[in-house]
């Protein structure tokens, strides 16, 4: 089990194209993508693999540039998209419902394999 007392937030090492990061990621259920990196990180990932279009949480759709790239928590590694749009790093559901993940009452989070 891996337990983040920094709510709600997760430590996670990522790879896209040679370039690797770590990061506390915002977990987001409301996310269906595997990670978002800022978009400052476009200057050093160069041309995406491919250009999504995203709708944010006002509604608005935006074309995201989207990498292929994987992303490990703990030991335990996922590829995944990746999308470089805001300024924040943020953790979806392509990794989320592969793991138990639980919420404990606003102090931490536990996720289990």
């Excluded at 891996?2 to 987001?28: H, M, N, Q, W």
């Excluded at 994987?70 to 335990?76: A, D």
């Excluded at 590694?77 to 953790?91: A, K, M, N, Q, Y």
């Amino acid at each position: 089990m891996i337990t983040s007392e920094v709510y709600p937030f997760l430590s996670v090492a990522f790879k896209v194209r040679g370039t690797e990061g770590e990061a506390l990621a915002y977990v987001d259920t409301g996310f269906d993508g595997g990670l978002i990196l800022p978009e400052r990180c476009l200057t050093e990932l160069g041309e995406p693999d491919n250009v999504s279009v995203v709708e944010l949480g006002n509604g608005t759709q935006i074309a995201v540039p989207e990498y292929l790239g994987t992303v490990t928590i703990g030991e335990r590694t996922f590829e995944v998209s990746v999308l470089c749009v805001g300024d924040e790093h943020i953790l979806g559901r392509e990794i989320v419902d592969g793991v138990k993940i639980c919420f404990v009452r606003g102090r931490r989070i536990e996720v289990e394999w």
